[in-house]
Each structure stands twice: as C-alpha cells, then as structure tokens.
Nanobody, 126 residues
Framework: QVQLVESGGGMVQAGDSLKLSCAAS????????MGWFRQAPGKEREFAATISWSGARTKYADSVKGRFTISRDNAKNTLYLQMNSLKPEDTAVYYC???????????????????WGQGTQVTVSS
C-alpha cells in the first residue's frame, strides 16, 4: 500500500521561501514519477510540478515556473518542493502524488497519478 506523507507546510509572508517534503513508502520509489498538485480555497485542484523517476525530467505549471523547484532523493524515498518568492496566490493545500508513469502532456492531469497524500497547508500572507 502506497503511503505519501507531506510535511513542511506553514504560514509565511509574501516573498518568503518554504520547502515541502513528501516521505513515500509502500512503493519502489526510484521507479515512480512523482509530483505536486495544489488546491486553493474555493478552486479546483491544479497541477504544480512533476519529476521523472531519475530526476532527469521535470515539468512545471506556468504559475510556478522559475519560482518552484521539484527534486527527489531516491536514497531517502523523499520528494521535495522548494518554493521561493511566494505569493498570496500560492496559498493552497499541497498534495504529493505518485505514479509509475511520467505524464506525457504539457501539464499533468489528476488522473495521471494513482497515489495521493493527504496534503499540507501553505498560507502566504501579503
């Protein structure tokens, strides 16, 4: 059974940085594509970033490109999301996701990922 546990969320001010982590278990982590989605209050869940099993390929939503960096440590079964220059519109619950396949589209869809974490709240105040 795949388990994804996010941590590192919190409340920060605009312009600050935050690093999210996702500890994965119950899967061969190094064989899975991983990613992050987010859901802002009153909005639909949206794709943020994804990374291939080796870390060689990444994709980002236009809204986070240049500010967020996704990375992974296969030795530690852990996924990261470094978020810099945070904006109030980045306020959301952030979900860690996993799937054996790297999504093929320009951006990933929710249906591209079989496993989801419970989410961690990030709040950015102005």
């Amino acid at each position: 059974q795949v388990q994804l546990v996010e941590s590192g969320g919190g409340m920060v001010q605009a312009g600050d940085s935050l690093k999210l982590s996702c500890a994965a278990s119950g899967l061969t982590f190094s064989s899975y594509a991983m990613g992050w989605f987010r859901q802002a209050p009153g909005k639909e869940r949206e794709f943020a970033a994804t990374i291939s099993w080796s870390g060689a390929r990444t994709k980002y939503a236009d809204s986070v490109k240049g500010r967020f960096t996704i990375s992974r440590d296969n030795a530690k079964n852990t996924l990261y999301l470094q978020m810099n220059s945070l904006k109030p519109e980045d306020t959301a619950v952030y979900y860690c996701v996993a799937d054996p396949n790297y999504c093929s589209g320009y951006m990933c869809r929710e249906t591209d990922f079989r496993s989801w974490g419970q989410g961690t709240q990030v709040t950015v105040s102005s």
